[in-house]
């Protein structure tokens, strides 16, 4: 889900960042995975589905598996430098980073290529774009899935405290939200792709919800 969204979200906002409509058949995919991990590689699916989904026909798709290196910025920017120089035909990108590190690595060699005009990425988790952001970057790396530790602890402590207190038992707990296939529920956070005109005000707004402060 969280692929298809981030994906989704850059067709619908590249107009604003690259100043024009763009012509989909000159657009490239760098798709990030780390092929080992499931979660990771289930956002590569989702990038991928969407992308094929909203550009029929078009094969500037580009793999980039970090198993090749690690889970690190480095291995982001030497996967990410190799494409965007091997493929002049294309003209725009749209990098959705299944990790940060991988998108910070995606953004320096945009960078460092003199592309950053013809890039947009995006990402999963936001602490280190949001620090980016406080700090007065204005880039590439666009948006960003927001994570803040309220959406976590907010629902493991109701959770914990309404075990503890009877009000729900292991098999009740959630019931409303499961999914069919679930013998128990599995808790899915909301995602909210946040920019860095939108960032602050969201996660002023998850910490008022969570009733933690």
Known sequence: TIGREMTKWLFDNSE????????????????????????????????LAMFQELAPGNTNIFEADGVTGGLNE?????????????HPEVEYWFIPACLELYAQGAMRAAESLGMQDRVLITA????????????????????????APYQYAAPALSGIVSLLNGTETI???????????????????????????????????????????
């Not at 602050?200 to 969570?210: I, L, M, T």
């Open 16 to 47: 604003k960042y690259f100043g024009k409509k763009i012509d989909t058949a000159k657009l490239g995919l760098i798709n990030y995975t780390f092929s080992p991990n499931k979660d990771f590689h289930d956002r590569f699916e989702g990038n």
């Open 74 to 86: 480095e291995t982001g920017y030497n996967l990410a430098s190799a494409i965007l120089a091997a």
């Open 124 to 147: 999963v988790n936001s602490e280190v774009l949001t620090a980016l952001w406080d700090s007065g970057y204005e880039g590439c790396w666009v948006s960003c899935v927001a994570s």
């Open 171 to 213: 098999d009740s707990l959630w019931s409303s939200i499961r999914k069919p296939t679930d013998k128990l529920t599995f808790y899915e956070i909301g995602t909210e792709i946040v920019t860095k005109d939108t960032y602050k005000d969201y996660f002023e707004f998850v910490r008022k919800e969570s009733g933690l402060s």
